[in-house]
Structures are given as structure tokens and as C-alpha cells.
């Protein structure tokens, strides 16, 4: 089998197979000879399995002869390190400029499925194509990026040029081994300095085409000017342009300053760090916020922004504490009202009020007054139009029982598991029981659970032997019912 021809699949036929299972059953037994390598001169074992012995028919199959050289082991490629790798680099691009500078001055060495640069229909800009067909002639059939074609392009005068796009780095670096760790992760492997040159260029075209427009249009003004003026002011014209000149350096001159100037404030002494660091400082003489408390489980410590917002000693009285927190500061003294007032300002500007906190804080807190106490008159008279009309203000809590009022007081009471007060207070009288007693609720002349039902197993009334717990008195009636 050639080279160049691809390998097919051949089905053998039932008689060929049978006889190749004879044979092979026969140099198992060691009637028949076994097999020789034709390559190595070697014999094959003949207790070798097939799917070892013979060659698969993508590998070219057994139409040579008997061989086990596609069981040898591969060669093994070397690996490239950086160096190596780049200086293969650099020689494939070195090879890439020449064969393209041939191919641009011949106009031949174009094959198929390249892309170059050509110009369609003759006419700029150049446009990307890849190349369908190259005649014998050197003509070229061409396929734009549009999906347009062309066809019969000669490739003389400069209409199509070669390019870069064609440089494919991993064939070149696949031909010499393969890379290594550094050499796949290096973001500069296969970095051409001649690329950069062709920016450069491009840039420095551009800069020189953006002053020539500006000179273009400081003569326009100055044209313009002097016109309006008439011939008779030449000498006001010379100051003009002179007093012109010196504008233009005060502009160069201010440019550099303002550069200046940013230059100085992107950090260092009096830089735009400065004011953030100056915020965070501490006096050398106070005790740094981490030495307040040294146990690692305690307040935790922001080293970034200087900060420790819970309390590092909450075990010490608060009178007695001389750093509580951070976030001490934000709760205490009037902290809590300017909230109020801007959350007030806030909702004032949500309903189209234009009040703002920061900018007129006197009108904000004014307005705040005003509407809280238009508010709390408006909630007392809805209160004592609702006592006056149903009554029960003789059960309103007093300020006087601060104890009842804010559930809390300062003094100091035992309580037992079941509740009963054993130590402090003002109760002094003995208490025989924590349940309430006599309690007739819903006309019933008995208490609950004076009666219990056999047949339900439950718990009733006694006086109607009813089973709901808030049910009615019903009377005989409901008695007879239950």
C-alpha cells in the first residue's frame, strides 16, 4: 500500500476465514510453522491472541505480511522549553517573512484554501479572500469574506498579497516536539517584535494627520479674523498674531501643568492617598483598638480600614469603659435623630417635598417637628374620640407603673420554676395558688373540667355536660343533647 492512499476495510470471505482459523489452530498445536516478522526476522508466537497479531486495516492492515510493529511503542517527542521553544519561533516567523516576500514579488507559491489580501474588482481597500483554485497558469479563483467570488485573478501588479493569517505556530513547533508547562502558559510565546513596529506606524500617522489639522484650523481663525478687520489695521494684525503666539504657549504651557499637576496627586506625600490614610490615623499616645483585648474570640479587628465596631470589653461596666466600639458612636448622642431626619427628608422627597438634609438641614428638622407633631395631635384625638365614645380610660396604663408600662424595672425579683414569686418585690401577702379559681366563663355555674365523659374519655361542663371547652351554658336542654 502507498503512502498516499488511505487505508480501506477489505471483508474476507467464509472460506478465507475458515482457512485462517485452520492455520492458526494449526501452529497452536505445532503441526505448521508459526508466523515470522518480516520486519524484525522474529517469530510470533502462535498462542498470541488475533486482536494482538494482526494489524488493524486503519493501520494498512496484513497485505505486506505478518508483522507486530504497531505494537512497538511510539517515538516520544521532545519536550520544548522556552528557549528552544522561542528560537523555533523566531525561525518559523523568519521563514514565514521570506516565503511570503517570494510569493509577493513572483506572484507565485499560492495553494489552495489560503487566505490572502486582494483588491475586488480592482479597487481598494484590500479585502480578506481565501484561495479555491490556483490554475496551472497562476491564476488565482477567490472567495471574499461578502461571499462574493472571483475567478481568473492574476495575482501580478500588487492585486493579491500574501499575509500572515496562513502562520499556524503549533505545526511548526509540533515538527521539533512538544512544549512544556512554562512554555503552553507563556502569554508571550510566538511574539513577533516586527508586529509592533507596524502600531507604531500607524499611530505616529495618525498623531502627524491630527496637527496638521489643527494648524490648518488656527490659520482658518486667523484668516478669518484678520479679514473682518480690513487692510487698513496691518500693524493691529502683527499684534494680533503675536499676542496669538503667546496664547498658544500659555496653552502648552497650562497643558504641562495640568499634567503636572496630575502626575503629583496619584499618590506619595500630598497625593490623593494621603487624605485617606490621614483619616485613619490614631494619636501615637492611645491604646491601639487590637491591644483593648487580646482574646482571638473577641471583638473582631478590620487591620484595612482601622476598625473594630463591637465592643472588645463587654463584660466591663459600660461607665468604666473607655473604648466601647465603633459602632458605639453611631447609636449614642444624637445619632439616632439625624437618621430620623434623613429618612424623614427621604420620604418628604419621594412625595415631591423639595427638602434636603445636607443642603438645608434647619428647614428638615423644622419640617420633621412640625409634621410629628401634627401627627401625634392627630393620634390623640382619634384616642379620646374612640374613649369618649366606648369608654375603659380608667384601664389605660399611668406612667407612674413603669414596671407594667415598659415591662421592665430596677428592681430585683426571685422566681420559681412554676412561676411564684420567692424573693423581692412588694407582694407580701401568701399566695395559695398560681391558677385562677371560680372562674365561670360564658354563663356556666361550674368551672371547666368539673365533669368527664366516660364514652369520649374527655374532659366537660358539669352543669350541661357539654364537651366544648368555650362553649355556652345550653341549660337542661343541651344537658339532655349531650
Known sequence: ????????????SSADRRKARELQAARAAGSAAPAVDIKSGQ????????????????????STGPTLDHQAAGEVSATLTMSVAD????????????KIKSINKT???????????????NKRPYLMAQV???????????????????????PSNGRVKATKV??????ATGEHGKLDYASKR?????YDNEDYKGTVRRYEEREELRRKIREEEKQKQKLLKTSTEGEATTKKDTEFSDSDDSEDDEEIDKEGQTFTTRLGRQGGVGGAQMKVTARNLRIREDTAKYLRNLDPNSAYYDPKSRSMRDNPNPEINPNDLQFAGDNFVRYTGEAADLAKTQLFAWDAQDKGSDIHAQANPSQAEM???????????????????????????????????????????????????DGRLLKGGETSFPVKTKYSEDVHPNGHACVWGSYFHSGAFRWGWRDDHSLLKSGYYTGVNGRKAN
Do not use: C
Not at 500500500?1 to 474476507?12: C, D, G, L, N
Not at 488565482?140 to 485573478?153: A, N, P, R
Not at 496562513?166 to 505545526?171: F, G, M, V
Open 367 to 417: 419640617m420633621k417637628k412640625k409634621v410629628t407633631a401634627e401627627k401625634e395631635s392627630t393620634k390623640g384625638s382619634a384616642k379620646k374620640k374612640v374613649l369618649d365614645k366606648y369608654g375603659g380610660s380608667e384601664f389605660l396604663k399611668t406612667d407612674s407603673d413603669r414596671s407594667t408600662l415598659f415591662s421592665a424595672s430596677s428592681t430585683s425579683k426571685l422566681f420559681s420554676r
Open 186 to 190: 507563556d502569554k508571550y510565546y510566538g
Open 107 to 121: 506572484g507565485q507559491g499560492f495553494e489552495v484554501n489560503m487566505w490572502v489580501e486582494a483588491l475586488k474588482k
Open 43 to 62: 517469530m510470533i508466537n502462535p498462542h498470541n491472541p488475533e486482536f494482538i497479531t494482526k494489524k488493524p486495516w486503519y493501520l494498512g492492515g496484513d
Open 1 to 12: 500500500m502507498s503512502a498516499a492512499a488511505k487505508p480501506q476495510h477489505v471483508t474476507e
Open 87 to 98: 528560537s523555533v519561533a523566531k525561525s518559523h516567523h523568519s521563514n514565514l517573512k521570506q
Open 166 to 171: 496562513n502562520a499556524t505556530l503549533s505545526t
Open 132 to 154: 479555491l483554485k490556483v490554475s496551472k497558469r497562476g491564476e488565482l479563483d477567490l472567495k471574499y469574506e461578502d461571499g462574493t467570488f472571483e475567478s481568473q485573478i492574476r
